[in-house]
């Protein structure tokens, strides 16, 4: 990391300003040379956090590029660690890459995506996880992801992890000193100590585990599969809900052939809405390929709205339904309550079971509220804002799961009062999973992965 970098960090267009962020140790000695203000100054002149006014210069030409602001982050006080100059200037899509431009003709190099954020993890500005939460900041779509963003950002998180692995390493270590240390007679003495110790580490982290589901809404938004037999109204709903004649509706059954997604916004949560074919036994050729993309959707969605016509009797294609939908999370709902009711509620209960159906009509809007927010708190999940810290990535899932594994095998040779070098084996593959959430343990190939996916400039 001794080189410079230089990047964009505002988007690429018109607006009204654009900044230019130079990070590395000759930051200070490149924008020197293109920068002139009234009192000329020297890189030791800069003082940080003060903003100095001048012009940025061409300096094979001497003209003058742009009036600009420029302001100095000294090592180790600034975003990655090092010396980093900003320079805002008009925010015109030719004058931003002019000045970029001359950054890099200057000897620094452009900067790769999210590779200012790489250099502040790999100087210890931010661990691993708050790395990646600068990203989820940036595409928060809603004030959960952004709370949610910025409590992994501010340390919440890592706060919980870390105090997981601290607690872990004074188990090895005590595990350690009976291996190394035999002749000083230290067995598990405190062996009942060591378990719950573990298993409260355990617990902790099954918490953890359990709320991926309820931060990956917060993150990428709740996607609900609108399921049911043809002409219950799927459709009709989807319009419904977005408020707009967006799926085609006719009385034949089976118009809808393939899934539709649309998105909407309920409150401060996003929702994916999939309008799937219609569920039946024996269908067309055609059709058959629908359902089979029902199925699929169904598959990929966080809660199924399995929908049935209040005014018709159940049938052998309901129960096929709820036979599809297995123990996927849904919300049983019943259409066409503007129609005389004929469908028998203590038979859905029995088939579909669960708490009591919502009513409602699609075409009439009569209940769409009380749908809209069954939706919403089926994505809250039953939290509420203030709660603990909720993962929302894949990776830290996965991580958290494998320690919560070894931890189990822990526990049980503890019980088993297996010897020592294999429980401290599992334990140091639990400290390993949660090292590498934190960025205490890592490869450079997971670097490469996590930040590709950043913008260039931050």
């Known amino acids: 990391m001794s080189d410079t970098i230089a990047a964009l960090a505002t988007p690429i267009g018109e607006g009204g300003i654009h900044i230019i962020r130079i ?15 009234a009192d000329r100054k020297t890189a030791d002149d800069l003082e940080p956090q003060r903003v100095y006014y001048g012009n940025l210069v061409d300096p094979a030409t001497g003209q003058p590029v742009d009036e600009v602001l420029l302001i100095r982050f000294r090592a180790p006080r600034s975003y990655t660690g090092e010396d980093v100059i900003e320079i805002h200037g008009h925010g015109g899509a030719y004058v931003s890459s002019k000045i970029l431009q001359l950054v890099l003709d200057q000897g620094a190099r452009a900067a790769e995506p999210g590779e200012f954020t790489r250099r502040a993890f790999l100087n210890g500005r931010l661990d691993l996880s708050q790395a990646e939460a600068v990203a989820d900041v940036i595409h928060a779509a809603s004030d959960k992801a952004l709370t949610s963003a910025l409590a992994q ?25 009976a291996i190394d240390f035999p002749e000083e007679g230290l067995e598990f003495v405190q062996k ?48 419904a809900l977005l408020q707009e004649d967006r799926a085609i509706v006719t009385p034949h059954p089976g118009t809808t052939r393939d899934t539709l997604e649309e998105r909407v ?10 309008d799937t074919a219609g569920l039946r036994h024996r269908p067309g050729e055609i059709e058959q390929h629908g359902i089979e993309r029902t199925r699929h959707a169904l598959a990929q969605a966080d809660l199924a709205l399995v929908i049935f016509d209040r005014s018709q009797a159940l049938d052998d294609n ?36 669960g708490p009591a159906p919502l009513t409602l009509s699609a075409t009439g809007g009569e209940g769409l509220e009380g749908l809209r927010e069954a939706l919403y708190q089926s994505a809250l999940g039953g939290r509420t804002s203030g709660e603990d810290i909720v993962i929302t990535r ?65």
């Open 23 to 37: 990070s590395g140790p000759d930051a200070p000695a490149i924008a020197l040379t293109l920068f002139q203000s």
């Open 153 to 177: 950002l501010q340390g919440r998180l890592s706060e919980k992890l870390n105090a997981l692995y601290d607690s872990l390493v004074q188990v090895l270590a005590q595990l350690e000193a």
């Open 192 to 239: 009942q100590q060591l378990d719950k110790n573990i298993q409260s580490a355990n617990t902790e982290i099954k918490k953890l585990v359990d709320s991926y589901r309820q931060g990956k809404i917060y993150r990428e938004g709740l996607r609900v599969a609108l399921v049911g037999k043809p002409n219950v109204g799927k459709s009709s709903l989807l319009n």
């Open 265 to 274: 916004r309920i409150k401060d949560i996003h929702i994916t809405i999939v």
């Open 318 to 353: 309901d129960a096929m339904l709820i036979k599809e939908v297995n123990e996927q999370p849904k919300l049983v709902l019943l259409n066409k309550s503007d129609l005389p009711q004929v469908l028998d509620e203590g038979d859905l209960k029995k088939l579909a079971g």
């Open 394 to 458: 894949e990776r830290h899932r996965q991580a958290l799961a494998e320690a919560q594994s070894s931890l189990e095998r822990v526990s049980q040779s503890l019980q088993a009062d297996l010897s020592e070098d294999l429980i401290a084996v599992d334990l140091n593959i639990a400290l390993e999973h949660l090292g590498g959430i934190l960025g205490k343990t890592f490869v450079d190939d997971l670097l490469d992965q996590i930040f590709h996916d950043f913008c260039i400039g931050k």
